[in-house]
């Protein structure tokens, strides 16, 4: 194919072998509001391992000088490293500053909760890594201002995640680059505070609203009540917010735990004081790491155990409730050995590589939102809801209907119960499998006894 003239290049639509400075192109990954963002390689190292190359869409944009400045000051094992950054002068004589950063293959956070189903320890192992990024940011006296589902990759070969796209970011002393009352964001995770700010600065054009570490933690509770529950809390916009939900004297959204009895109390506990109306009440980027690695690092408190079922001689209401109990048991044993029957034919997961969520170079990898305003995409609150696999890990009892031990050669004992290896299955597990030690594992459920009567 013939090579296109280079007058013709633009930043945005480079072909697959365009040099820019010591980088080669191997392909497009993926295009924000003002970046677009390369696969590529050293020119001479084709061999070596590629990087993510994020070049300006506008002549002299000075976002990637700031963007520059933070990652080189923010060094962490879960933001991609920056490794240079420079200007390409473009045929025309037009200069584009430009990126390279460490390549990250992975999935966008809410598209891996989905097809992983990770369970409430695993979701707060990775939340409590994400804290850990905002406070190595934070300490650095600087704020990310984009935290966001869509800017959190998942590593495929290890589940680490990866908070990408410093764009939109800021730190202490950085020359101001936007003239708006609200700082560049995405509007669905800003905090309320920020947004009542607005509203009593509308005659004043001078005012700006400058975010802080409580901005960053709202971000994160947003992205993590989203992460568990399938749906975004209300929205913090004051005329979108008819139930004053976001007022000083309200006391927040409902906690995700109303939403998916699944989730962990004490998760449900950290994400809702993440989301405090009060910015003092979040706490720090650091206390909520702490909090979130304690919960990874510990199961769930016994719960206190059920009031016992009322004896038969309580009545025919106690009679029938007892029944229908006992109805429900069996439906849930039938869902268990239809996942079993499907697992055995050769129900498989596949981890699919997505394009757009892979880009992981220059500066945190940033897919969208580059500059002073963030592109939304599937990040808008008004998106219909998608559900949350929250999984739980293997009971402390057998459960209705499984075997108990001892066990077959084919199965192992663990908790009283029979439980059979899912292959070669690895955790986070499939939503019909549970976790133990490393490894996931299907109930092994003991036939029904057969009738004792022909009467149906």
Not at 30 to 53: C, D, F, I, M, N
Not at 73 to 82: A, F, G, Q, S, T
Not at 186 to 212: I, M
Not at 417 to 432: D, L, M, R, S, T
């Amino acid at each position: 194919m013939g090579r296109a003239r280079d007058s013709d290049l633009h930043p945005a639509r480079l072909p697959v072998g365009t040099e820019v400075g010591p980088w080669r192109v191997l392909g497009s990954s993926a295009q924000g509001t003002y970046g677009a963002v390369y696969r590529a390689v050293r020119v001479g190292e084709e061999g070596a391992k590629p990087v993510a190359l994020k070049l300006a869409l506008l002549p002299w944009d000075p976002r990637f000088q700031r963007e520059a400045v933070l990652l080189d000051r923010i060094r962490h094992p879960n933001v991609p490293l920056l490794s240079d950054h420079g200007y390409w002068r473009h045929p025309s004589a037009a200069v584009y500053p430009c990126l390279v950063m460490e390549w990250v293959e992975g999935t966008p956070l809410y598209d891996w909760a989905l097809e992983y189903s990770p369970t409430s320890r695993q979701m707060a192992r990775l939340l409590a890594q994400l804290a850990r990024v905002l406070q190595a940011t934070h300490s650095a006296s600087a704020v990310h201002r984009d935290v966001k589902g869509s800017n959190v990759l998942v590593r495929h070969s290890d589940s680490r995640p990866f908070l990408i796209d410093f764009g939109a970011g800021n730190y202490a002393g950085a020359e101001r680059l936007t003239w708006q009352a609200l700082p560049p964001g995405t509007n669905g995770y800003r905090a309320p505070e920020a947004w009542h700010f607005a509203l009593r600065s509308l005659l004043d054009k001078e005012a700006h609203y400058t975010a802080g570490p409580a901005d960053d933690v709202f971000a994160l509770g947003v992205t993590a009540y989203r992460l568990v529950t399938g749906q975004y809390p209300p929205p913090t916009e004051p005329e979108a917010d008819t139930a004053r939900t976001w007022y000083p004297e309200s006391v927040g959204p409902q906690p995700p735990l109303a939403l998916n009895p699944q989730v962990d109390p004490r998760l449900s506990a950290v994400i809702l004081r993440m989301l405090s109306v009060w910015p003092e009440a979040r706490g720090t980027a650091e206390e909520l790491a702490e909090a979130l690695e304690h919960i990874a690092e510990t199961p769930v408190p016994e719960a206190a155990p059920p009031p016992a079922e009322p004896l038969p001689s309580a009545g025919c209401q106690a009679a029938t409730t007892q029944a229908r109990a006992r109805l429900r048991s069996w439906q849930r044993i039938m869902v268990l050995a239809a996942s079993i029957a499907l697992w055995v034919v050769g129900m498989t997961q596949t981890t699919d590589w997505l394009p757009e969520g892979s880009f992981v170079g220059c500066e945190d990898a940033g897919t969208v939102a580059l500059g002073d305003s963030a592109q939304v995409e599937e990040d808008t609150p008004d998106a219909p809801p998608r559900p949350t696999g929250v999984r739980r890990d293997i009971p402390k009892k057998p459960l209705p209907g499984q075997q108990h031990a001892p066990c077959g050669k084919s199965e192992e004992a663990i908790r009283g119960g029979c439980w059979i290896k899912h292959g070669g299955a690895v955790p986070p597990c499939p939503y019909y499998a549970y976790e133990w030690e490393g490894a996931c594992y299907l109930p092994f459920l003991q036939p029904p006894r057969p009738a004792t009567s022909e009467q149906p």
